[in-house]
């Protein structure tokens, strides 16, 4: 980056930020504010910037250059109205996982009582949902230790614990019950496509939250195969996908003996969310 006496003001340090990362304005200035925790919105009310501060923001540039994500940085993401603690080696949730929660609300009917989430990551569904639904019950799984110390700390910063149940295990293995509600945002991207992710993501998020086999539905296809007996007489179901994936998919479950779902798209335009279950358009 450049010296610490070129980089005046915070115009000076967003236009090197751009520059070095090859990023467009708006997404230096979210880099900066996230590095500094500071509001987007309050980003240029900062008159100079200190040489603390312009180490820090250098320091980050040049992991950043190398594919190290900022949230794994600065140890938190933002989802929703939420910021999160993220860890490394922790999935980071997106954007589409965020209009997943959207999508749920428009389907149910109702608030459900009881909601299993599969493969929670940091828990960023698991704790959006307790705030949208907060009389339900949720049980929030993973199969990965450190995803499962991420969504605890999580839930405990939110003050979730009485609401959210933690357990470490692999899909449905070990659950009891039936839920009103089963989300899961499971591996989906075929292991062809891999190698061709950005940096950031194959080099440094795990691969174990990424690969969802040959086709992209190794993982969706077990858990089609356990609803039946885990999802509530009305409950409903709601799985990311991968766009390339719905004929088969809607294959696998003619094949299961299921016929109500539908498959809804995401805010870029693409095939990205199956949900099983009755469905009543609302009024």
């Not at 940085?73 to 939420?82: A, E, K, S, W």
């Not at 999580?154 to 659950?175: P, T, W």
Request: glycine letters at 6%.
């Amino acid at each position: 980056m450049k010296s610490s006496m070129s980089l005046r003001n915070m115009r000076d340090l967003v236009s090197t930020v751009s520059e070095e990362l090859k990023a467009d304005r708006a997404e230096a200035e979210r880099i900066i504010a996230a590095l500094l925790d500071r509001p987007l919105f309050d980003l240029y009310a900062m008159d100079r910037i200190s040489e603390r501060e312009q180490r820090t923001i250098s320091a980050a540039v040049e992991r950043m250059k190398r594919g190290v994500p900022v949230e794994y940085l600065t140890g938190r993401v933002q989802f929703r109205d939420h910021v999160l603690s993220i860890h490394p080696g922790v999935f980071i949730p997106r954007l589409e996982t965020e209009y997943l929660v959207e999508l749920i609300q428009k389907e149910l009917q109702s608030a459900p009582a009881t909601i299993l989430e599969i493969g929670t990551g940091c828990g960023a569904l698991s704790v959006a949902l307790a705030f949208v639904y907060p009389d339900s019950r949720i049980v929030a799984t993973d199969i990965s230790r450190v995803a499962i110390e991420n969504v605890r700390q999580n839930v405990k910063n939110f003050r979730l614990a009485s609401k959210v149940h933690i357990v470490q295990c692999d899909m449905y293995e070990g659950i009891a019950g039936r839920f009103d509600l089963i989300i899961s945002n499971p591996p989906y991207v075929p292991r062809a496509r891999l190698k061709k992710l950005p940096k950031s993501v194959k080099d440094f998020e795990p691969i174990t939250a990424l690969d969802g086999g040959e086709e992209g539905v190794e993982l969706v296809q077990k858990l089609i195969e356990g609803c039946g007996s885990r999802l509530s007489d009305g409950g409903l179901m709601a799985i990311e996908i991968d766009e390339e994936a719905v004929n088969i998919i809607e294959l696998l479950l003619r094949k299961q003996g299921i016929y109500s779902f539908r498959f809804h798209k995401d805010l870029f335009g693409r095939w990205r969310y199956l949900f099983i279950g009755d469905h009543d358009e609302k009024g």
